[in-house]
């Protein structure tokens, strides 16, 4: 998700995803932002979500999948 979507901002619409009684998988995710990282980070540290800083890199892209699904990237040698 976006941090800064206009109407419901990642955040809120990653709030309102978890109290929905119908929703019984929930989604991992992943909060994506082009901004400073203070205001993200906090709120998402205490939600356990991953926080992409914009531009995402495919590299990037992968190694916070696998954060947030509780994985590590394998190591190469």
């Not at 906090?42 to 892209?61: D, F, G, H, I, Y």
């Amino acid at each position: 998700l976006d941090w800064r979507m206009p109407g419901l901002d990642g955040l809120a619409t990653q709030a309102a995803i978890r109290q929905d009684e119908q929703i019984r998988r929930q989604p991992t995710v992943l909060l994506v932002t082009a901004y400073g990282q203070d205001v993200p980070l906090r709120e998402a540290t205490l939600r356990n979500l991953v926080v992409l800083q914009k531009p995402v890199s495919p590299s990037t892209l992968l190694d916070g999948m696998l954060s947030a699904v509780g994985q590590q990237q394998p190591q190469t040698s």
